[in-house]
C-alpha cells in the first residue's frame, strides 16, 4: 500500500441475499482514500454508495458479506473480519461515522452528556472527572455554546442543527482517524447544512482527519470534496479531482447525473432527464451498466465491460469513450459549456 | 405578462393559529399574496416556517384562524356552504412529498387514483372510471396495466406519478403541490419537474409549488414568496429575487444554496440572518409594501427607503 494511502478498497465485491435470491450490490470496485484528503462519493440511491462505506465499518445488514477482494487499512485487511471483537477495534477508533438523521442516531431517553461520556469512556479510557471534561469539551469543539448546561440535556431540547452537531461530537470524541459522512446535512435546513459542512471542515483541518462524504447532493459535493468518486450500480464510473470531474467529466453517466440538475436548466426548457431506471443487480450486468440508459451508448458498452481509462494522472472513467479505438462522441451542450468556461458555466 | 392574468386564488391576511387557548402557536401570521390562472407560485421556507400549514389551510384541512382566501372570487376558508367545499375539492388538489408514505398500500393502484372520483361522484359508472383512471396514468407516462398494481412494486419517480395522476383524475384547476420532488434522486426529479411542466402548458394548470430547495423552485416558477416563521418576507419574480434580494432573509437563503460549481463554492460568502437585526419598535413597525412593479418585500419605513435606494 503506497504511503499516504490510508485506506484502499481492492477489487470488492459485496452481495445480499434476498428471499434466496443474490444481490450484487458492489461490483469489483477498487478505490484509494488519501491520508487527509476530503472524498465525496457521488451516487443515486440504490447506487451502493452506502454499501461501499458500511463494509469499511462491518455495518452490513445481517444478509450481507464481502463476497471478494480486500479491504485495507493499517496493514490489516478488514474484509477478513469474521468476529465483533475485531470489528470494535476499528469502529468507531479507527473509523467512525455520522448518519443522515440525527433524530434516529441519538438516544432520545439518555441526555447529550451521557451519551458522548459513553463513547469517551470506550475509546478514550477516560474515566471519572477527566471523561467529564473530555464529553465537555467535545461539544465546545463542535461550536455548542454553553456546554457545561447543554451536557445535561435531552436530544428533543436540541434543534436539528444542533443534534447533529452533537452526532458529530460523539464520532469525534473517538479520535478517529476516518470520519465517514453519510448524507450528513440531507435532513437539515439550507442555512443550516452550509455551517454543519463547515463545521466538519474545520474540524478535519484542526485534528487532521481524513472525511468520506456519501451523497447525491452535487450542491455539498463541490463545496467539501477534493476529490469525487461517481458511482452507478455498484460500481466506481469515475474518478477525479472535484475540479475534473465537475468541469471535465467523462462517463456519459456523470454526464447524464450534471445535466439534469435544475442549476443548469433554464425556466421553460425542458430539463434534461436520464431515462429508465438503473439495471436490476439481482441479475447479471453486461457489459457497461449504464449502457441500456445511454442514447449514445456504443455497441461494445452492451458487451463487455469497460476497464479504466486514464484522463490524467489523477482522473480516470470506466467507459469505451476513451479507449482510441472509439468513435468521437460529444457530450451534451450543456457539459461542452462547463468543459468551455471551466467553470462559471452554472447560474 | 402574468399581471393581466386572472387572480385565481386570493389569501388576504391568512393566520392560522394551532394550540391550546392558553399557548397558541402561530404558524401562519398575516400572509397576503395572489396566485394567477396558469402560473407556478413558488413558496420558499425551511422547516417550521409554515409554508406547508399555507397549503393546507388553502386545500381546507387545516383550519383558518384570521383573515380569508378567495378561490375564483369565492371565499372558500372558514364556513362554506357544501356546494362550495365540493367545489374546492374538485378544483383544488395536492401532491405530497413522500411518495412512499402518501400512498396506501395496501390499495391497489386503481383505487388509489380513483379515490377521489368515489367520494365526489358517486354515481360514475365502472366503465367510465377505468377509463379515466387509465387516462390519468397514461397522463403521466404510465401503463394502463398498472392499475392492478400495489405502491411497492413501483420506483420513487413512478410512485410519485401515482400521486400525480390521482390529483389529475379530478381534473383541477389548480394544484398544490408540497415538496414534490424533494425525496426524489437528481435524474427522477427532472422527470417528474418536465412532467409537472408538461401538463401545466397542456392544461393550463396552476400551481404553487411548495420548497425548501431554492434551485427547484427558481426553475420551475414564474413568482416566488420567501416565508420565515409564518410571515412572508419577499415576494417578487424569479428573476427579480435571484438578482436582486432585498430582505435580509432572502439573501442569506440565496447565498446559502449549494452550487454544483466547485469555483463557485470556494469563493462563497455565507450570510447569517439574524431576525433581532431589525429592531422594530411600536413606532416604526414592519410593512409589507411593494417596491417595484410585483416585488413586495417587508420591513419598516426606514429599512423600505433603504431598500429602494438599491433598486434605483
Known sequence: MKENVILSFEDLDVRFTLRGQVLNAIRGISLDVYRGESLAIVGESGSGKSVLTRSAM?????????????IWYDGRDLAAFRTEKEWLAVRGREIAMVMQDPMTSLNPLKTVGAQILEAV???????????????????????ISDPETRYK?????????????????????????????????????????AQILDLVRSLQKKLGLTTVYITHDLGVVANVADRIAVMYAGDIVEVGSCDEVFYDPRHPYTWALLSSLPQLGAKGETLYSIQGTPPNLFHEVRGDAFAPRNPQALKIDFLKRPPYFDVSPTHRARTWLLDPRAPRVEPPEHIRRLRERGGGGYV | ??????????????????????????????????????????????????????????????????????????????????????????????????PMASLNERAKVDYI???????????????????????????????????????????????????????????????????????????????????????????????????????????????????????LMELARSEQLFDHPLHPYTRALLSAIPMPDPARERTKKLLVYDPSQHGYTEADPPLWEELEPGHFVRGSRRELDAYRKTLL
Open chain 2, 113 to 231: 387514483v380513483s379515490e377521489g372520483l368515489y367520494s365526489l361522484h358517486k354515481h360514475m359508472p365502472e366503465a367510465e372510471r377505468r377509463e379515466r383512471v387509465a387516462k390519468a396514468l397514461g397522463d403521466v407516462g404510465l401503463l394502463p396495466e398498472f392499475a392492478g398494481r400495489f405502491p411497492h412494486e413501483f420506483s420513487g419517480g413512478q410512485r410519485q406519478r401515482i400521486g400525480i395522476a390521482r390529483a389529475l383524475i379530478m381534473e383541477p384547476e389548480f394544484i398544490v403541490a408540497d415538496e414534490p420532488v424533494s425525496a426524489l434522486d437528481v435524474s427522477i426529479r427532472a422527470q417528474v419537474l418536465n412532467l409537472m411542466s408538461r401538463l401545466q402548458r397542456e392544461r393550463g394548470l396552476t400551481y404553487l409549488f411548495i420548497s425548501h430547495d431554492l434551485s427547484v423552485v427558481r426553475f420551475i416558477s414564474d413568482r416566488i414568496a420567501v416565508i420565515y416563521r409564518g410571515k
Open chain 1, 58 to 70: 462491518g455495518l452490513l445488514d445481517a444478509n450481507g458479506s464481502i463476497a471478494g477482494g480486500h
Open chain 1, 121 to 143: 469512556r470506550l475509546h478514550q479510557g477516560l474515566r471519572g472527572a477527566a471523561a467529564r471534561a473530555a464529553a465537555v469539551q467535545a461539544l465546545a469543539d463542535v461550536g
Open chain 1, 153 to 193: 440535556q435531552y436530544p428533543h431540547e436540541f434543534s436539528g442543527g444542533m443534534r447533529q452537531r452533537v452526532v458529530i461530537a460523539i464520532a469525534i470524541a473517538c479520535r478517529p482517524k476516518i470520519l465517514i459522512c453519510d448524507e450528513p446535512t440531507t435532513a437539515l435546513d439550507v442555512t443550516i447544512q
Open chain 2, 1 to 98: 405578462m402574468s399581471e393581466t392574468r386572472e387572480k385565481l386564488l386570493e389569501v388576504r391576511d391568512l393566520t392560522v393559529t394551532f394550540g391550546s387557548r392558553r399557548h397558541p402557536f402561530r404558524a401562519v401570521d398575516g400572509v397576503s399574496f395572489d396566485i394567477r390562472r396558469g402560473e407556478t407560485f413558488g413558496l420558499v421556507g425551511e422547516s417550521g416556517s409554515g409554508k406547508t400549514t399555507i397549503g393546507r389551510a388553502i386545500i381546507r384541512v387545516d383550519p383558518v384562524s384570521g383573515g380569508t382566501i378567495k378561490y375564483g372570487g369565492e371565499i372558500i376558508s372558514g364556513r362554506v356552504s357544501r356546494q362550495t367545499d365540493r367545489r374546492v375539492i374538485r378544483n383544488i388538489q395536492m401532491v405530497f412529498q413522500d
